[in-house]
């Protein structure tokens, strides 16, 4: 089946550390590649994205790599802030199906 | 554009007793979504509309019933509430071309308590 995994939280990083939150997927087909972000209160807003492999999805200092051969999609940013606590979450969708596949999300706090 | 709204953003029930939360995009999608949101399970989706006029079954349907009114307004039902149904809830929606590229845009959610 067509699942998302990704590391138990929560996660608590000093102002200014590197981020990396893990995330492996399996699918049945050829997927697409999501991280969402929940800030506390809101629903989740789109963060980044990836279609085909090796692709780098990038934005607000956010990165993250298309991995086929590690069924991989890990989040990574240099230099944390206090404003990106937050809950993140990785997801996939198919090409060929309606229906998008969420990870349990990562919670990340962010101490000055 | 305001992009995807619900209502009510908050709702207290007692056991036994129903409700609608009503969810409306204005982006022109063509498929909807209502999905449950509990401490340490993350997203689960209840039901989804591909297209106005259908819907099917999502991981956690038993309890609820939806009806996409057109293709703007896809709304869930609680008939009888349970305290089980105590969530978040947020319904989300796409233009899903079948290109890989869909992004889901989520509503701001309902914060629903069943006492």
């Known amino acids: 089946g067509n699942s998302v995994t990704q590391m138990e939280g929560p996660v608590t990083l000093s102002e200014e550390a590197f981020l990396t939150i893990n995330c492996t997927y399996t699918?049945?087909?050829?997927?697409?590649l999501f991280w969402y972000v929940q800030y506390p209160g809101e629903g989740l807003q789109l963060l980044l994205k990836?279609?085909?492999?090796?692709d780098k999805g990038s934005n607000k200092g956010f990165e993250a790599t298309y991995r086929k051969e590690t069924t991989s999609f890990h989040l990574e940013k240099g230099s944390v802030q206090v404003s990106d606590s937050a809950v993140y979450f990785c997801?996939?969708?198919?090409?060929?199906?309606?229906?998008?596949?969420f990870g349990t999300g990562t919670s990340l706090t962010v101490i000055p | 554009n305001a992009g995807v709204t619900q209502t009510p953003k908050f709702q207290v029930l007692k056991t036994g007793q129903s409700m609608t939360l009503q969810c409306a995009q204005d982006?022109?999608?063509?498929?909807m979504y209502w999905y449950r949101q509990d401490p340490g399970m993350g997203l689960r989706l209840i039901y989804y509309?591909?297209?106005?006029?259908?819907?099917d079954k999502g991981e956690v349907p038993n309890g609820y019933n939806v009806s996409r009114l057109n293709k703007r307004e896809f709304s869930l039902r609680l008939e009888s509430a349970a305290p089980s149904q105590t969530s978040v809830y947020f319904c989300?929606?796409?233009?899903?071309?079948?290109?890989?590229?869909?992004?889901?845009?989520f509503g701001p959610g309902t914060r629903l308590t069943v006492l």
């Open positions: 989300a929606s796409t233009s899903l071309t079948g290109a890989g590229t869909d992004t889901q845009y």
């Open positions: 699918a049945t087909g050829y997927p697409s």
């Open positions: 990836a279609t085909k492999a090796d």
């Open positions: 997801a996939l969708t198919l090409n060929t199906g309606n229906q998008f596949y």
């Open positions: 982006m022109n999608h063509n498929s």
């Open positions: 509309s591909a297209s106005e006029g259908t819907t």
